[in-house]
Protein backbone atom coordinates (compact mmCIF):
# COMPACT_ATOMS: atom_id res chain seq x y z
CA UNK A 1 0.00 0.00 0.00
CA UNK A 2 1.35 3.18 -0.93
CA UNK A 3 -0.49 6.66 0.29
CA UNK A 4 0.62 10.19 -1.18
CA UNK A 5 0.49 12.77 0.32
CA UNK A 6 -3.32 14.43 -0.84
CA UNK A 7 -3.63 18.17 -0.98
CA UNK A 8 -6.61 18.43 -2.77
CA UNK A 9 -9.41 21.53 -2.04
CA UNK A 10 -11.66 18.96 -1.82
CA UNK A 11 -13.38 15.89 -1.66
CA UNK A 12 -10.28 15.66 0.58
CA UNK A 13 -7.94 13.74 2.70
CA UNK A 14 -9.29 12.07 5.41
CA UNK A 15 -7.45 10.49 8.77
CA UNK A 16 -6.36 6.73 7.86
CA UNK A 17 -6.88 5.23 11.41
CA UNK A 18 -10.65 6.10 10.14
CA UNK A 19 -10.16 4.45 6.74
CA UNK A 20 -8.59 1.55 8.50
CA UNK A 21 -11.54 1.26 10.81
CA UNK A 22 -14.15 1.65 8.35
CA UNK A 23 -11.89 -1.10 6.37
CA UNK A 24 -11.97 -3.13 9.43
CA UNK A 25 -15.89 -3.05 9.80
CA UNK A 26 -16.56 -3.09 6.15
CA UNK A 27 -18.01 -6.50 6.02
CA UNK A 28 -19.35 -7.02 9.06
CA UNK A 29 -20.31 -4.09 11.29
CA UNK A 30 -20.09 -5.38 15.01
CA UNK A 31 -21.70 -8.77 14.64
CA UNK A 32 -24.26 -7.47 12.89
CA UNK A 33 -23.45 -9.58 10.06
CA UNK A 34 -23.60 -6.82 7.37
CA UNK A 35 -22.06 -3.50 6.06
CA UNK A 36 -23.33 -0.12 7.52
CA UNK A 37 -24.34 0.35 4.03
CA UNK A 38 -26.51 -2.25 3.90
CA UNK A 39 -28.00 -1.54 6.77
CA UNK A 40 -31.83 -0.07 7.34
CA UNK A 41 -31.56 3.71 8.80
CA UNK A 42 -33.93 2.60 11.10
CA UNK A 43 -32.49 0.17 12.62
CA UNK A 44 -30.87 -0.39 16.22
CA UNK A 45 -27.61 -0.12 14.89
CA UNK A 46 -28.09 2.86 12.61
CA UNK A 47 -29.63 4.93 15.37
CA UNK A 48 -26.75 4.25 17.62
CA UNK A 49 -24.39 5.36 15.24
CA UNK A 50 -26.29 8.92 13.97
CA UNK A 51 -26.96 9.69 17.45
CA UNK A 52 -23.45 8.86 18.63
CA UNK A 53 -22.22 10.97 15.63
CA UNK A 54 -24.84 14.03 16.40
CA UNK A 55 -23.64 13.35 20.08
CA UNK A 56 -20.02 13.54 19.79
CA UNK A 57 -20.12 17.12 17.36
CA UNK A 58 -22.29 18.66 20.04
CA UNK A 59 -19.37 17.91 22.22
CA UNK A 60 -16.44 19.13 20.33
CA UNK A 61 -18.37 22.15 19.05
CA UNK A 62 -20.07 22.58 22.44
CA UNK A 63 -23.39 23.13 20.67
CA UNK A 64 -25.93 24.78 23.08
CA UNK A 65 -29.27 22.96 23.58
CA UNK A 66 -31.46 25.58 21.76
CA UNK A 67 -29.64 24.97 18.17
CA UNK A 68 -30.73 21.78 15.95
CA UNK A 69 -27.88 19.80 13.95
CA UNK A 70 -29.12 18.68 10.80
CA UNK A 71 -27.47 15.77 8.48
CA UNK A 72 -29.09 16.67 4.88
CA UNK A 73 -27.81 16.00 1.37
CA UNK A 74 -27.19 17.78 -1.72
CA UNK A 75 -24.07 19.41 -0.81
CA UNK A 76 -23.22 22.62 0.47
CA UNK A 77 -24.42 24.62 -3.05
CA UNK A 78 -28.11 22.94 -2.27
CA UNK A 79 -28.17 25.21 0.87
CA UNK A 80 -28.12 28.28 -1.25
CA UNK A 81 -31.23 27.55 -2.04
CA UNK A 82 -32.61 26.05 1.10
CA UNK A 83 -30.64 29.33 3.39
CA UNK A 84 -33.05 31.76 1.65
CA UNK A 85 -36.26 29.71 1.21
CA UNK A 86 -36.39 29.19 5.09
CA UNK A 87 -35.68 32.25 6.13
CA UNK A 88 -36.48 35.00 3.99
CA UNK A 89 -40.02 36.11 5.92
CA UNK A 90 -39.27 39.54 4.76
CA UNK A 91 -37.24 38.49 1.17
CA UNK A 92 -34.39 40.48 2.14
CA UNK A 93 -30.87 39.13 2.97
CA UNK A 94 -27.35 41.04 2.90
CA UNK A 95 -24.36 38.92 1.52
CA UNK A 96 -20.98 39.56 1.97
CA UNK A 97 -19.00 38.04 -0.86
CA UNK A 98 -15.03 37.48 -0.47
CA UNK A 99 -14.90 34.72 -3.30
CA UNK A 100 -16.96 32.10 -5.70
CA UNK A 101 -18.62 30.12 -3.59
CA UNK A 102 -20.30 33.20 -1.80
CA UNK A 103 -21.02 34.91 -4.99
CA UNK A 104 -22.80 31.77 -5.70
CA UNK A 105 -24.93 31.75 -2.66
CA UNK A 106 -25.77 35.62 -3.70
CA UNK A 107 -26.90 34.81 -6.68
CA UNK A 108 -29.28 31.49 -5.86
CA UNK A 109 -30.71 34.27 -3.08
CA UNK A 110 -31.45 37.21 -5.94
CA UNK A 111 -33.54 34.27 -7.15
CA UNK A 112 -36.20 34.47 -4.02
CA UNK A 113 -35.94 38.05 -2.92
CA UNK A 114 -34.08 41.15 -2.78
CA UNK A 115 -30.28 39.62 -1.86
CA UNK A 116 -28.18 43.08 -1.34
CA UNK A 117 -23.98 42.54 -1.74
CA UNK A 118 -23.08 44.47 1.46
CA UNK A 119 -19.47 44.02 1.28
CA UNK A 120 -17.20 42.67 -1.29
CA UNK A 121 -13.74 41.80 -2.06
CA UNK A 122 -14.01 41.17 -5.52
CA UNK A 123 -12.11 44.44 -6.51
CA UNK A 124 -8.96 42.65 -5.81
CA UNK A 125 -9.59 38.91 -6.99
CA UNK A 126 -11.36 38.31 -3.29
CA UNK A 127 -7.19 38.37 -1.97
CA UNK A 128 -8.72 39.92 1.29
CA UNK A 129 -11.71 40.22 3.86
CA UNK A 130 -13.24 43.64 3.96
CA UNK A 131 -13.60 45.40 6.86
CA UNK A 132 -16.94 44.37 8.40
CA UNK A 133 -17.47 46.27 11.65
CA UNK A 134 -19.89 48.90 9.87
CA UNK A 135 -21.43 47.81 7.29
CA UNK A 136 -25.02 48.59 5.98
CA UNK A 137 -26.87 46.22 6.98
CA UNK A 138 -30.41 46.46 6.02
CA UNK A 139 -33.20 47.13 8.62
CA UNK A 140 -35.52 44.48 7.21
CA UNK A 141 -32.29 42.12 6.36
CA UNK A 142 -33.51 38.45 7.70
CA UNK A 143 -30.09 37.46 8.33
CA UNK A 144 -26.14 38.53 6.73
CA UNK A 145 -24.23 35.76 4.77
CA UNK A 146 -20.61 34.83 4.60
CA UNK A 147 -18.77 32.01 3.44
CA UNK A 148 -16.05 32.28 6.74
CA UNK A 149 -13.16 30.37 4.99
CA UNK A 150 -13.13 30.84 1.16
CA UNK A 151 -11.33 27.61 -0.17
CA UNK A 152 -10.65 28.88 -3.68
CA UNK A 153 -9.17 32.00 -3.13
CA UNK A 154 -7.21 31.12 1.08
CA UNK A 155 -8.57 33.63 3.15
CA UNK A 156 -10.67 33.30 6.54
CA UNK A 157 -12.48 36.14 8.33
CA UNK A 158 -10.51 36.69 11.69
CA UNK A 159 -13.23 38.37 13.31
CA UNK A 160 -16.96 37.87 12.23
CA UNK A 161 -18.90 40.60 11.11
CA UNK A 162 -20.97 42.94 12.96
CA UNK A 163 -24.52 42.70 12.04
CA UNK A 164 -25.88 44.30 13.95
CA UNK A 165 -28.68 41.95 15.73
CA UNK A 166 -29.56 40.01 12.57
CA UNK A 167 -28.60 36.49 12.59
CA UNK A 168 -25.34 35.18 10.96
CA UNK A 169 -25.17 32.32 8.42
CA UNK A 170 -22.31 31.32 7.54
CA UNK A 171 -20.91 28.56 5.41
CA UNK A 172 -18.11 26.85 6.94
CA UNK A 173 -17.88 23.66 4.31
CA UNK A 174 -13.81 24.76 4.56
CA UNK A 175 -12.86 25.12 7.98
CA UNK A 176 -15.54 23.07 9.65
CA UNK A 177 -14.02 21.87 12.92
CA UNK A 178 -10.44 23.16 12.65
CA UNK A 179 -10.71 25.51 15.70
CA UNK A 180 -12.99 25.89 18.43
CA UNK A 181 -16.35 28.26 17.74
CA UNK A 182 -18.65 30.12 19.37
CA UNK A 183 -21.92 28.37 17.97
CA UNK A 184 -23.82 31.07 19.89
CA UNK A 185 -22.72 33.67 17.52
CA UNK A 186 -24.17 32.24 14.45
CA UNK A 187 -28.07 32.01 13.15
CA UNK A 188 -26.92 28.73 10.64
CA UNK A 189 -23.49 27.41 10.62
CA UNK A 190 -23.81 24.96 7.81
CA UNK A 191 -20.86 23.03 5.72
CA UNK A 192 -20.06 19.99 3.21
CA UNK A 193 -18.60 17.78 5.01
CA UNK A 194 -16.30 16.39 1.97
CA UNK A 195 -13.69 19.85 2.88
CA UNK A 196 -12.57 18.64 6.30
CA UNK A 197 -14.93 16.12 7.59
CA UNK A 198 -15.78 12.93 6.08
CA UNK A 199 -16.90 11.85 2.29
CA UNK A 200 -19.07 14.05 -0.26
CA UNK A 201 -22.36 13.35 -0.31
CA UNK A 202 -23.38 14.70 3.84
CA UNK A 203 -23.82 18.74 4.33
CA UNK A 204 -24.33 19.62 8.20
CA UNK A 205 -26.55 22.64 9.04
CA UNK A 206 -26.20 23.70 12.79
CA UNK A 207 -29.45 25.96 13.20
CA UNK A 208 -31.19 28.19 16.17
CA UNK A 209 -34.43 26.76 16.63
CA UNK A 210 -35.99 29.90 16.28
CA UNK A 211 -35.17 29.71 12.64
CA UNK A 212 -36.67 26.89 12.16
CA UNK A 213 -39.94 27.26 10.96
CA UNK A 214 -43.60 26.50 9.39
CA UNK A 215 -43.37 29.61 7.22
CA UNK A 216 -41.18 29.46 4.78
CA UNK A 217 -41.67 31.03 0.65
CA UNK A 218 -44.49 28.94 -0.90
CA UNK A 219 -43.34 26.73 -3.26
CA UNK A 220 -40.48 25.31 -1.24
CA UNK A 221 -40.32 21.36 -1.45
CA UNK A 222 -41.06 19.34 1.69
CA UNK A 223 -37.22 18.06 1.39
CA UNK A 224 -36.20 21.50 1.70
CA UNK A 225 -37.70 22.61 4.84
CA UNK A 226 -35.20 22.62 7.69
CA UNK A 227 -38.86 21.88 9.80
CA UNK A 228 -39.61 18.85 8.37
CA UNK A 229 -35.58 17.53 9.04
CA UNK A 230 -35.39 18.73 12.50
CA UNK A 231 -38.57 17.28 13.63
CA UNK A 232 -37.41 13.58 12.80
CA UNK A 233 -33.81 13.72 13.48
CA UNK A 234 -32.52 13.85 10.10
CA UNK A 235 -34.57 10.85 9.55
CA UNK A 236 -37.39 12.15 7.32
CA UNK A 237 -36.20 9.90 4.36
CA UNK A 238 -33.10 8.01 3.68
CA UNK A 239 -30.49 9.71 5.06
CA UNK A 240 -26.42 9.64 3.64
CA UNK A 241 -26.08 7.25 5.76
CA UNK A 242 -22.36 5.47 5.24
CA UNK A 243 -20.96 9.24 5.21
CA UNK A 244 -22.57 10.22 8.52
CA UNK A 245 -21.26 6.55 10.18
CA UNK A 246 -17.35 8.08 8.74
CA UNK A 247 -18.40 11.50 10.01
CA UNK A 248 -18.95 10.06 13.40
CA UNK A 249 -15.45 8.21 12.80
CA UNK A 250 -13.86 11.54 12.90
CA UNK A 251 -15.66 13.17 15.35
CA UNK A 252 -14.21 10.03 17.84
CA UNK A 253 -10.58 10.78 16.06
CA UNK A 254 -10.82 14.49 16.77
CA UNK A 255 -12.13 13.90 19.99
CA UNK A 256 -9.23 11.66 21.21
CA UNK A 257 -7.17 14.48 19.76
CA UNK A 258 -7.78 16.73 22.61
CA UNK A 259 -10.78 18.54 20.55
CA UNK A 260 -10.63 21.91 18.66
CA UNK A 261 -8.89 23.61 20.44
CA UNK A 262 -5.65 21.00 20.16
CA UNK A 263 -6.57 21.12 16.48
CA UNK A 264 -6.36 24.95 16.15
CA UNK A 265 -2.69 24.47 17.51
CA UNK A 266 -1.88 21.98 15.19
CA UNK A 267 -3.37 23.47 12.49
CA UNK A 268 -1.59 27.22 12.69
CA UNK A 269 2.08 24.97 13.61
CA UNK A 270 1.16 22.78 10.35
CA UNK A 271 0.04 26.56 8.34
CA UNK A 272 2.94 28.62 9.48
CA UNK A 273 5.68 26.03 8.09
CA UNK A 274 5.00 27.09 4.71
CA UNK A 275 3.73 30.48 5.09
CA UNK A 276 6.89 31.42 6.71
CA UNK A 277 8.86 29.42 3.84
CA UNK A 278 6.52 31.66 1.33
CA UNK A 279 7.62 34.96 2.98
CA UNK A 280 11.54 33.92 2.51
CA UNK A 281 11.22 32.11 -1.11
CA UNK A 282 12.30 34.32 -3.99
CA UNK A 283 10.28 32.01 -5.86
CA UNK A 284 7.03 31.52 -4.41
CA UNK A 285 4.88 33.80 -3.11
CA UNK A 286 1.47 33.66 -1.47
CA UNK A 287 -1.72 35.81 -3.15
CA UNK A 288 -3.51 36.35 -0.24
CA UNK A 289 -3.58 39.54 2.59
CA UNK A 290 -1.25 37.82 5.35
CA UNK A 291 -3.80 39.33 8.20
CA UNK A 292 -6.65 37.35 6.32
CA UNK A 293 -4.35 33.65 5.63
CA UNK A 294 -6.32 30.98 6.10
CA UNK A 295 -5.13 27.72 7.51
CA UNK A 296 -6.38 25.25 5.95
CA UNK A 297 -6.25 26.67 1.84
CA UNK A 298 -2.79 28.32 0.89
CA UNK A 299 -2.81 29.60 -2.58
CA UNK A 300 0.84 30.41 -3.61
CA UNK A 301 2.43 31.09 -7.34
CA UNK A 302 5.86 31.67 -8.88
CA UNK A 303 4.66 34.24 -11.54
CA UNK A 304 5.23 32.32 -14.03
CA UNK A 305 2.83 29.91 -15.68
CA UNK A 306 5.04 27.54 -17.12
CA UNK A 307 6.78 27.12 -14.03
CA UNK A 308 4.09 26.57 -11.94
CA UNK A 309 3.28 23.86 -14.33
CA UNK A 310 6.46 22.23 -14.16
CA UNK A 311 6.49 22.48 -10.53
CA UNK A 312 2.79 20.77 -10.36
CA UNK A 313 3.92 17.99 -12.36
CA UNK A 314 7.03 17.47 -10.80
CA UNK A 315 5.45 17.99 -7.27
CA UNK A 316 2.89 14.71 -8.68
CA UNK A 317 5.45 12.56 -9.34
CA UNK A 318 7.30 13.15 -5.70
CA UNK A 319 3.80 11.93 -4.18
CA UNK A 320 2.37 15.92 -3.41
CA UNK A 321 -0.32 15.09 -5.63
CA UNK A 322 -3.64 17.93 -6.37
CA UNK A 323 -1.71 21.12 -5.89
CA UNK A 324 -3.08 22.65 -8.96
CA UNK A 325 -4.98 26.05 -7.84
CA UNK A 326 -8.44 26.43 -8.62
CA UNK A 327 -9.21 26.62 -12.81
CA UNK A 328 -10.63 30.17 -11.93
CA UNK A 329 -7.11 31.47 -10.26
CA UNK A 330 -3.87 29.23 -11.51
CA UNK A 331 -0.97 28.85 -9.71
CA UNK A 332 -1.06 26.32 -7.01
CA UNK A 333 -2.92 25.91 -3.49
CA UNK A 334 -2.17 23.07 -1.09
CA UNK A 335 -5.35 22.10 1.04
CA UNK A 336 -4.13 21.46 4.72
CA UNK A 337 -7.56 20.01 6.37
CA UNK A 338 -7.13 18.34 9.73
CA UNK A 339 -6.43 15.24 8.47
CA UNK A 340 -3.03 16.62 6.43
CA UNK A 341 -0.04 15.39 8.81
CA UNK A 342 2.80 17.68 9.77
CA UNK A 343 4.96 15.86 8.12
CA UNK A 344 2.86 16.42 4.68
CA UNK A 345 3.48 20.15 5.35
CA UNK A 346 7.65 19.76 5.98
CA UNK A 347 7.75 17.23 3.12
CA UNK A 348 6.00 19.42 0.64
CA UNK A 349 8.51 22.81 1.68
CA UNK A 350 11.48 20.88 1.56
CA UNK A 351 10.44 19.35 -1.77
CA UNK A 352 9.75 23.14 -2.95
CA UNK A 353 12.97 24.23 -1.67
CA UNK A 354 14.70 21.56 -4.10
CA UNK A 355 12.76 23.32 -6.95
CA UNK A 356 13.50 26.85 -5.88
CA UNK A 357 17.38 25.89 -5.88
CA UNK A 358 16.91 23.98 -9.03
CA UNK A 359 14.61 26.36 -10.93
CA UNK A 360 15.44 30.22 -9.65
CA UNK A 361 16.10 32.60 -12.60
CA UNK A 362 19.90 33.84 -12.87
C1 LIG B 1 -16.72 23.18 -1.82
C2 LIG B 1 -17.48 24.31 -1.28
C3 LIG B 1 -18.82 24.51 -1.58
C4 LIG B 1 -19.59 23.62 -2.54
O1 LIG B 1 -19.82 22.39 -1.95
P1 LIG B 1 -20.72 21.28 -2.65
O2 LIG B 1 -20.90 20.30 -1.54
O3 LIG B 1 -19.95 20.75 -3.80
O4 LIG B 1 -21.99 21.90 -3.07
C5 LIG B 1 -19.48 25.57 -1.01
N1 LIG B 1 -18.85 26.40 -0.16
C6 LIG B 1 -17.55 26.24 0.16
C7 LIG B 1 -16.89 27.19 1.10
C8 LIG B 1 -16.82 25.19 -0.39
O5 LIG B 1 -15.53 25.04 -0.07
Known sequence: ???????????????????????????????????????????????????????????????????????????????????????????????????????????????YGKANKIASSEDKTFSYIPDCSDLPISDDADYVYICENNTIYGTKFKTLPNTKGKPLVADVSSCFLSEPVDVTKYGVIYGGVQKNIGPAGVVIVIIREDLITEDVLPGTPTMLRYKIHADNGSLYNTPPAYGIYICGKVFKWLKKRGGLEAMKEYNEKKAKILYDYLDESKLFHGTVRKEDRSLMNVPFVTGDEELDAKFVK?????????????????????????????????????????????????
Not at 331 to 343: C, L, V, W
Not at 353 to 359: H, L, R, V
Open 314 to 362: EATAAGFVNLKGHRTVGGMRASIYNAMPIEGVEKLVEFMKAFEAANMPV
Open 1 to 111: MSRVYNFSAGPAVLPEEVLQEAADEMLDYRGTGMSVMEMSHRSKAYDTIIKEAEADLRELMNIPDNYKVLFLQGGASQQFAMIPMNLMKNKVADYIVTGQWAKKAYQEACI
